[in-house]
């Protein structure tokens, strides 16, 4: 028989974008400790439409941890007090009955709340669309494994793209720097023969993009490494700059519209 | 088509000058160090107040001692326009930001850090640095008898000084000098420099633990043989051996001397 809690959040409520938004306390009564924490909020959010009031708005889709969809800064740390999971994947045996849970959005100026705890991530999209895709040719389909690559290199790049462009690194990083997202997208493609006819112009394009975005410049704090939900390493942001100096400095180059 | 903006304009472009500067002060830091460490040569100040000397008249030396000048003000000036940038890419704090479960207090503090070393950059440079280049110290003259070596010195009045000046006579090497020694046992008896002096050692070890590897990352550096090796270093010889060697002249002076 699990365990039942009762406990206290105070949660982000702003009607849209460019409003004033206010912290809202609401109680959460009678949860089960193996409910997720987006259970948990579904739970509230009944309570609240049974009252009438406008339920809590906030981003989820796949709740398998796979997805990047749900956020939310609880208790001062982006997908909860866990390393390592999602807060779709985040269980409220995590917290303890009668405990206070501040629940806030990402906050960065490159990510606009659209309402409550949901923000505007599309800036991400809009890095990704600079940058981070591959040319390749029409006609017949290749044959798979045609191009031999390295074990350990095919397993860097399978690691790298991992990223579920969640915006944890973004929410951790006191400077809101997007850094790891883009050396996770940059890193997947430099890495692989499949990547390398953009390698150059990529890097520059997708770093200006970020940039243009108003995201933060990284002092390599390593706040991004340890909350990201799929383990990202930091490494690939010595690889993103590594990729960018050398752009730059050695093999500058027009970038495509 | 666009063209890719100038790299000293993107976010990776200026942090590439923070990590190359803030490198070259380090490097400083060794031989700074290595050449006071004559302050502890019991010989009145001979061989320092020789190797201040030659610190500043040559001239290779005098090109690398604008380049450091010129360094530290860069350094500084594009801390100032990241922190900028920093701070308008999350325009809406958090109610709550659990950093410390994230990343070390030195590494998101690296500001406040530095602030106080280019407070304590000044004080310095105003203690010995403007005294020296502008006849605010006093004057010696020693008389080395070069068969026993045995060193005796006098002081000078400003009367009796005209420049600095060796001369051997008989066996005796008499050396008219500028006393830069007597001015740091002077300035190293107010209590109030010795504990800013202290200080700001604490404040360069927390700065160069953080900042030395970060330097590495920054330029891309970050590769699993030599890491260890290159934490190592920021560690124990940037963040422990260097700042006490220098804390260790002003409580030299003050409780020994």
Not at chain 1, 43 to 69: A, L, Q, S, W
Not at chain 2, 7 to 32: D, N, P
Not at chain 2, 207 to 229: E, K, M, W
Request: aromatic fraction near 12%; glycine fraction near 8%; charge should be neutral.
């Amino acid at each position: 028989m699990s365990g039942q809690m009762n406990l206290t959040l105070k949660v982000w409520r702003q009607k849209k974008e460019n409003q004033k938004g206010q912290f809202v306390t609401y109680k959460a009564n009678n949860i089960s400790d193996d409910m997720s924490f987006l259970e948990m909020l579904d739970v509230v959010n009944e309570e609240i439409t049974r009252k009438g009031e406008d339920p809590i708005y906030f981003d989820h889709d796949c709740r398998e941890g796979i997805c990047g969809m749900c956020s939310l800064v609880i208790n001062g740390r982006p997908h909860g007090p866990k390393y390592g999971t999602t807060t779709c994947q985040l269980h409220m045996r995590s917290f303890h009955d009668g405990q206070t849970i501040v629940i806030e959005p990402w906050r960065a100026a490159a990510f606009p709340v659209l309402k409550d705890l949901a923000v505007d991530r599309t800036a991400f999209d809009r890095i990704q669309q600079a940058g981070g895709y591959v040319n390749v040719n029409t006609g017949g389909v290749p044959d798979a494994n045609t191009i031999p690559i390295p074990k350990r290199i095919a397993d860097e790049a399978f690691e790298s793209a991992t990223c579920i462009g969640c915006g944890a690194c973004v929410a951790a990083c006191k400077n809101a720097s997007a850094m790891l997202f883009v050396s996770a997208k940059v890193s997947q493609f430099a890495l692989l023969p499949q990547g390398q006819t953009e390698r150059y112009e990529r890097a520059q394009a997708m770093v200006d993009q970020m940039d243009a975005e108003g995201f933060g410049n990284c002092t390599n704090t390593g706040a991004c490494e340890a909350e990201c939900p799929v383990g990202i390493k930091l490494t690939n942001i010595a690889r993103l700059n590594r990729e960018y100096f050398t752009a730059k400095l050695f093999r500058q180059e027009d970038i495509h519209n | 088509m666009s063209k890719s903006k100038p790299i000293l304009t993107s976010s990776l472009g200026r942090k590439l000058v923070m990590s190359l500067t803030g490198l070259f002060l380090c490097s400083f830091l060794v031989i700074h160090l290595i050449g006071n460490f004559q302050l502890f040569a019991n010989d009145e100040g001979y061989a320092f107040n020789n190797y201040a000397y030659f610190m500043t008249h040559f001239a290779p030396i005098k090109v690398v001692s604008y380049l450091l000048y010129a360094s530290i003000v860069i350094h500084a000036v594009y801390a100032l326009i990241l922190t900028i940038q920093n701070k308008k890419a999350r325009p809406v704090q958090y109610n709550q930001y659990d950093g410390k479960s994230n990343s070390a207090w030195n590494s998101r503090n690296m500001g406040i850090l530095g602030t106080v070393l280019l407070v304590f950059i000044a004080t310095h440079m105003q203690n010995f640095w403007w005294k020296y280049h502008n006849d605010q110290v006093p004057y010696i003259e020693y008389t080395k008898d070069l068969n026993t070596g045995t060193i005796t010195s006098r002081e000078l009045s400003a009367s009796e000084f005209t420049d600095y000046l060796v001369t051997t006579d008989n066996g005796q090497e008499v050396t008219k000098a500028r006393d830069l020694y007597k001015q740091v046992d002077f300035t190293f008896q107010n209590v109030g420099l010795v504990i800013l002096y202290v200080v700001a050692m604490f404040a360069l070890a927390f700065h160069l633990i953080h900042g030395f590897q970060s330097a590495f990352q920054t330029v891309g550096f970050n590769h699993r043989r030599y890491i260890g090796i290159i934490r190592f270093i920021g560690v124990w010889v940037f963040g422990v051996l260097i700042p006490i060697g220098f804390a260790a002249m002003p409580l030299y002076f003050y409780f020994i001397k």
